[in-house]
């Protein structure tokens, strides 16, 4: 036999040893969510990538099944199996919407949350804030030259109910609200800060907390990251009636934080708006990183999102979120 008649089977070999390293490296990926999740660092970024990471299980199962690999096969399908209970309800049709009437004296609420970390974003959301008039603006990253910056437009005197934290850095946070605040509470862990507040809307009281949570970027920041999470968790626990939890989470929906937040009886705006694949960060900040949501805002069971949209146009490395929510709840 000559050497060129086996040159398409060595070649072909070669390609089933690399189906078979791309589905073994993915099914390693899937068992260690499945045991630890993203208890450590590479974790956390592993996983916020889930919806792109396992892509390449699809195509990998149709090649196996037309080749008649049957062991490649059934291992490339459980790691698709995976892959689609993981990111499907991101794409499903909203299920919610419409199994609840809105109350005759529901309360229609406008929410705009942003990181404006970028000095030169100014201009453009506050433009942004005046044109879409929410009722509450939620910032994190918020400086002493973001309250500089407030301070010379008119908008502390719209939004006359405020509690802030002004910080150089990253974890400065506010809330501007235009209905009365009742016992704002700022709660902070380590560098790290939440605001929660009751907003006093006529009839009706919404609990609010805006969260920032820790950045995930650094090794060593895991303990800060449970410790966060397990405090604004055990302060959730107690909460009763209309809640709105919202800000920048540094949390994807693949993240075992975030799946404990919805345990409770959360539920996210964008999959209740049938936007569960939109994306907010890196927003063109980094050209090599595929677009993930990072920030949320989730509602109790007497709350639901009538829309949400990521504005557009801000220098941020996030894109805002404005969402619409009604609150069916009394006092």
Known sequence: MKLSDRTPSRRSQWGWKICWAAALAMGAGCLTRLAIHDRFLPLIWFNSFSAYIYLPAWPLLLIALRGGR?????????????????????????????????????????VFSANVFSRDSYPITIRRIRETDPDLILLQEYTHSWRDALERSNLFEIYAHRKTLTREGSYGIAVLSKWPLDEP???????????????????????????????????????????????IEQHLLREHGPLIVAGDFNLTQHSRWYGRLTALGLHSAHREAGRGFAATWPNGAWCCVPPIRIDHVLLSA???CETIWEDAGHLSDHKPLVADVVLNAGP
């Open 185 to 231: 509470r700022l709660v902070q862990v380590n560098v790290v800060s939440a605001i929660s507040a009751t907003v006093v809307l006529d009839d009706t009281r919404l609990r609010l907390w805006h969260v920032h949570g820790p950045s995930p970027r650094y090794f060593g920041v895991t303990p800060t990251i449970d410790a966060y999470w397990t405090e």
């Open 70 to 110: 049957a062991r490649l096969a059934a291992t490339l399908m459980t790691i698709a199996a995976c892959h689609l209970y993981w990111t499907a309800p991101d794409f499903m049709p909203n299920l919610r919407r419409g199994t609840k009437p809105v109350a005759d004296n529901a309360v229609h609420l406008r």
């Open 302 to 304: 007497d709350a639901h």
